[in-house]
């Protein structure tokens, strides 16, 4: 009887020690990934140009589209190949496309409008689906600057979560005014293409790209902060702390119209979140990138 007692003691136990060591927490997972530039093909049959970071996996990956912004181009001011590279890591691919005019695409900066980045946004979503392993039930955005109008623009129910940084998202051209010289100057611009189709944008006081009627037009029409009340997905806002070209005022706007979304403040950075202070630290920017990468994998994974 002893004998079987003990015996009984020792299987519980095991059986004990079995059941602690299950419950140990799994460390995550880093992934290999790999990354390629493509062409992909737009609905108007022009060349986008974009990179797309991918999880080395055989399973259906998180995927997010990342949109840069005014005269930009997808590296998204240095900030869009690292938060890429840590997407991968945790098991999230991206792609990362160059609006027309920008980059290394050859379309006219006239070509830069809503309609055309909206259909652009889309297009790269659909390569993401069609030649990779995305799934379509786990798309996030991340825009910059325009690149966060057009994301506020283009949310819906099928796209999870979304990070807007410093995104220039106030209603009808007051979301054009911060960046583009105030609003006098944009209805001077705005008067110019109505008169000649189009109207040069200067930068340092000298005609730098074309901006088309069309351009002006849609952003009078769209109303980013009425979307972005509607949105019932994740929302999380990066503010920098010394920004020149979106205002406190139009991100204050954005945080108010949101049923939910969540703040980051990035301490001395500048409207592309380098180092406000000159110092080149890299402080601000790594904090950019991890929260925003922290904010996605909690909602699309």
């Known amino acids: 009887m002893k004998k079987l007692k003990l015996l009984l003691c020792c299987l519980l136990a095991f059986v004990f020690i079995s059941g602690c060591q299950n419950k140990e927490p799994e460390t995550n997972q880093v992934f290999?990934?790999?990354?390629?530039?493509?062409?992909?093909?737009?609905?108007?049959?022009?060349?986008?140009?974009?990179?797309?970071?991918?999880?080395?996996?055989?399973?259906?990956?998180?995927?997010?589209v990342m949109l840069h912004g005014f005269i930009g181009e997808r590296n998204g001011c240095n900030n869009f190949e690292p938060t890429a590279?840590?997407?991968?890591?945790?098991?999230?691919?991206?792609?990362?496309?160059?609006?027309?005019?920008?980059?290394?695409?050859?379309?006219?900066?006239?070509?830069?409008?809503?309609?055309?980045?909206?259909?652009?946004?889309?297009?790269?979503?659909?390569?993401?689906?069609?030649?990779?392993?995305?799934?379509?039930?786990?798309?996030?955005?991340?825009?910059?600057?325009?690149?966060?109008?057009?994301?506020?623009?283009?949310?819906n129910d099928k796209i999870k979560a979304a990070a807007l940084w410093a995104p220039a998202a106030n209603t009808g051209l007051d979301g054009l005014a911060d960046f583009m010289g105030g609003m006098k100057e944009v209805e001077k611009m705005y008067n110019e293409a109505k008169e000649k189709g189009s109207s040069p944008f200067k930068l340092w006081g000298e005609p730098y790209v074309d901006c088309s009627l069309k351009f002006f037009e849609e952003n009078k029409n769209s109303d980013p902060l009425k979307n972005i009340a509607e949105y019932n997905g994740e929302l999380m806002i990066a503010i920098d702390s010394f920004d020149e070209y979106v205002s406190k005022e139009t991100t204050n706007k954005v945080i108010n119209a949101a049923k939910k979304i969540e703040v980051l403040n990035v301490p001395n950075s500048d409207h592309v979140f380098d180092a406000a202070d000159g110092s080149g630290s890299q402080v601000p920017r790594q904090l950019l990138v991890d929260e925003t990468v922290q904010f996605l994998i909690n909602n699309l994974k």
């Open 32 to 64: 290999e990934y790999t990354s390629e530039d493509i062409t992909v093909i737009s609905q108007r049959k022009t060349e986008i140009p974009a990179t797309v970071v991918t999880p080395k996996t055989e399973d259906k990956y998180p995927y997010v």
């Open 85 to 155: 590279k840590q997407l991968a890591e945790n098991g999230i691919a991206s792609i990362r496309i160059d609006f027309p005019g920008n980059g290394e695409s050859q379309e006219p900066y006239t070509a830069y409008d809503i309609t055309n980045m909206t259909n652009d946004i889309t297009s790269a979503i659909e390569i993401m689906q069609s030649k990779y392993n995305g799934d379509q039930n786990h798309v996030g955005l991340i825009g910059h600057s325009m690149g966060g109008r057009m994301a506020s623009l283009y949310l």
